[in-house]
């Protein structure tokens, strides 16, 4: 604790400071830290004891200043005074003039306060011009989307709609206009979506209408290809082994510039797609515009198909009709892939876009070859058509297979008819010939060989054929080159051609030819058995020609050698069958001939003339030689000679052998001798030693039943010297009649 003395020298100090503070701010600030000390320490009298010391010091020193200055401070009090009293009368004045200065000030106060309100007003009535004119700009901005709208400039107006709405409204989100131009952005969208797919709609809807023209276009512009090709071809034929749509063709082809989309005859303007594109790609919409866009052109692809179409309409427009609008179609679609790659697949283009089903449908009602050869023609058109667009036509390819069978069938069916016409209308008889023209056609158009020149004939004369064998070639030469006619303009499959054609003729020829020829030689008119003879004859030859032309037509796709037709060894089996048949019906008169031989064998009598029936037998015989059998090659001729007079001495010696003979008398074999010796000497005037040797037999025997010795027969030596011929039971059977007479 502090002694007293160096309490009150702190006290002493702290008074000097309170004393000496130069402001009254600092005066409190030293007085009041004095004061709590001095309470803290228990110096608080002592401190009012310094402060009242202090004070006694201060108010003796003014008495002392007092008394040595008090006529000088009575003065300055008096000078004091009438300050003082300026000073009242000046604060007078200055309260009046305070007064009138706030009378004054309460009415500026109140011109203030008005021209405040009048501030505040204006401000808000620019607040409301400068939000008005905000608004106004955005509605200026919100219709100018419509405007853009009814312009269709559709990307403008979703550009200026997005300004609107990240730029201009963000200005005015204080409004309510704002909210509700806000919420109708999307609906502004989908009027814009809405808009761009209208047009797009109504450019689907043009090219749908266009999509046959388009197609027609296409078509021409292939046809126009095939004739530049087959320019080509002819100049240089090695280009022949490269069809059409080959990269050989395209590059000798690529000069001729031609844009099926663009040309004087149509213009097909992507625009309208290229824009919904880009709309939907700026809205967000780009794979729900792909799906739409896929569908309606689906339905657009399912309009086009009808349910069934007609082949067998005049012009066959039907047909026409419908591949032109699958071709226009096919050509749009795959335009758009190549434009717009990510819009639709190739796969998806492709699909189902053959027209097979309904033409296999409607295949049924055609019934003419030719028809079916111009649908073939416009299929053909139609499949390099879509193959210059890349389209896949393998199974088009193979439909052309059904057509050509379908096509095979019916010539086979009208080429069966005309020949079953021929044949049963023909008279069967050697061909007259009147005119040399007629004739120069007749050769041309058969296979025939004349025996003499064209100059050293004299007309009118005849063929040996009848008139069958002409038209039978001309319909064969009809029905080749109708076959090869569907190989034209665009036909892959040649060997199938080859093949087809060379089974369909074998079996026209066999079945419609060589069968109901065959089927004739029932007759018993030997002239028209001859002539089918002479004609199957004809129609091997033809065979063999044909052969050869078969092998010179087909294509090289098909396998190298000779060509066998079935139809040569029918041809030559039938003339076989009609030889035998001629023998037949000779065979038969000779028979009925020889069967009114009225032989005495009893007689007493020598005859002196040859029988009746020899005489008829050998008139016969060469009367069919020199008419009815003179167009017959001399081969068979001589053929039908061997086997008549072979025929006619086995049945003359079986007349002295039949049971009902018992005996025969001298006489009786003399006039048999006769007979014998007349037809030998008949048969010599033929100048033919061969045919002599059919008579050996009949002679040996009447040699025989006329010798001195008969019994030379039973030696065996002298009998094959002299009766080698004879037969071994016929003889002693003869013998042993003529020696009882």
């Known amino acids: 604790m502090p002694s007293l003395v160096d309490q009150g020298r702190y006290t002493s100090v702290v008074t000097q400071q309170i004393v000496l503070s130069s402001s009254e701010t600092e005066y409190f600030h030293e007085l009041i830290p004095a004061i709590k000390d001095a309470e803290v320490g228990s110096g608080a009298q002592q401190l009012l004891q310094s402060l009242g010391l202090y004070s006694n010091a201060r108010e003796s020193e003014i008495d002392s200043i007092c008394s040595v200055h008090q006529q000088g401070f009575v003065s300055s009090v008096n000078q004091l005074q009438g300050v003082r009293d ?21 009415v500026l106060t109140q011109q203030k306060k008005a021209l405040v309100e009048c501030r505040g007003v204006r401000q808000k009535i620019n607040d409301a011009d400068q939000a008005l004119h905000d608004c106004l700009e955005v509605l200026r901005l919100a219709n100018q989307v419509y405007d853009l709208l009814g312009k269709k400039s559709y990307y403008s107006a979703l550009r200026a709609l997005d300004e609107l709405q990240t730029v201009h409204l963000l200005e005015i989100t204080q409004y309510r206009i704002a909210h509700l131009i806000q919420i109708s952005v999307p609906a502004t969208k989908k009027l814009v979506g809405d808009a761009v797919m209208a047009d797009l709609n109504t450019w689907l809807f043009r090219i749908r209408e266009t999509s046959q023209f388009l197609g027609e276009v296409a078509f021409y512009h292939t046809e126009q290809r095939r004739t530049r090709q087959k320019e080509r071809t002819e100049k240089f034929v090695p280009l022949s082994s490269f069809v059409l749509n080959s990269a050989v063709e395209s590059v000798a082809d690529e000069d001729e510039e031609f844009d099926i989309l663009d040309n004087e005859d149509v213009q097909v303007d992507f625009t309208p797609l290229f824009e919904c594109m880009h709309i939907h790609d700026a809205l967000g919409e780009v794979e729900s515009f792909k799906v739409d866009y896929a569908a309606t052109r689906r339905q657009q692809k399912e309009l086009l198909m009808p349910v069934s179409i007609t082949l067998v309409d005049l012009d066959g427009a039907s047909l026409s009709e419908l591949l032109e609008g699958i071709a226009g179609f096919a050509v749009i679609e795959k335009a758009t892939v190549k434009k717009a790659p ?43 058509t879509m193959s210059s667009w890349g389209y896949p036509v393998g199974s088009l390819e193979a439909f052309l297979l059904t057509l050509f069978d379908k096509y095979a069938e019916l010539l086979k069916r009208r080429f069966s008819d005309d020949f079953q016409e021929i044949v049963s209308t023909d008279d069967y008889m050697p061909m007259p010939i009147h005119k040399g023209d007629e004739y120069d056609k007749v050769v041309n158009v058969s296979w025939y060989t004349p025996e003499k020149p064209r100059e050293e004939l004299r007309f009118p004369c005849v063929l040996p054929f009848s008139q069958m064998y002409p038209l039978c070639c001309i ?69 063999r020609e044909l052969e050869q032309l078969l092998v010179s037509a087909r294509s090289s796709a098909s396998a190298g050698g000779a060509v066998a037709l079935r139809a040569s060894e029918e041809f030559r089996s039938s003339k076989k069958t009609a030889e035998k048949r001629i023998f037949e019906l000779v065979n038969s ?23 009746n029936y020899m005489q008829t037998l050998t008139r016969y015989l060469s009367n069919i030689m020199t008419t009815v059998l003179l167009g017959l090659p001399t081969e068979i001729k001589e053929l039908i000679y061997f086997d008549a007079l072979s025929h006619a001495a086995t049945m003359i010696l079986s007349v002295p052998l039949s049971p009902d003979i018992k005996s025969i008398s001298p006489h009786g074999v003399a006039a048999l001798a006769k007979d014998v010796q007349y037809l030998t000497e008949f048969v010599d ?45 016929n003889g002693p059977l003869l013998l042993e009649k003529y020696k009882n007479p």
């Open 86 to 106: 300026a000073s009242f009368a000046l604060m007078t004045d200055v309260l009046c003039l305070n007064k009138s200065i706030q009378s004054s000030t309460e």
């Open 342 to 384: 990510n819009l639709r697949s190739t796969t998806d283009v492709c699909n189902d876009l053959s027209p097979i089903t309904l033409i296999s449908k409607a295949l049924h009602e055609v019934a003419n070859a030719e028809l079916l050869l111009k649908i073939k023609g416009v299929l053909a058109l139609f499949i390099q």
């Open 475 to 543: 319909d064969i030469r009809n029905f080749l080159n109708q076959f090869y006619f569907f190989s034209d303009d665009h036909f892959r499959h040649l060997k199938v051609i080859d093949d087809t054609l060379k089974s369909s003729l074998d079996e026209l020829l066999c079945e419609k030819v060589c069968h109901s020829l065959l089927d004739r030689l029932s007759t018993q008119y030997l002239g028209q058995i001859v002539q089918i003879l002479i004609n199957l004859e004809h129609f091997e030859i033809a065979c």
């Open 589 to 611: 008169k000779i028979d009925d001939l020889i069967g009114t031989a009225e032989y005495d064998w009893t007689a007493s009598r020598l005859e002196n003339e040859p029988s």
């Open 685 to 729: 005037t033929l100048d033919n030693p061969i045919l002599k040797q059919n008579l050996d037999e009949l002679q040996q025997t009447v040699a025989l039943m006329q010798a001195d010795n008969s019994d030379e027969f039973y030696d065996v030596a002298t009998r094959n010297k002299k009766y080698g011929r004879v037969d071994v039971v």
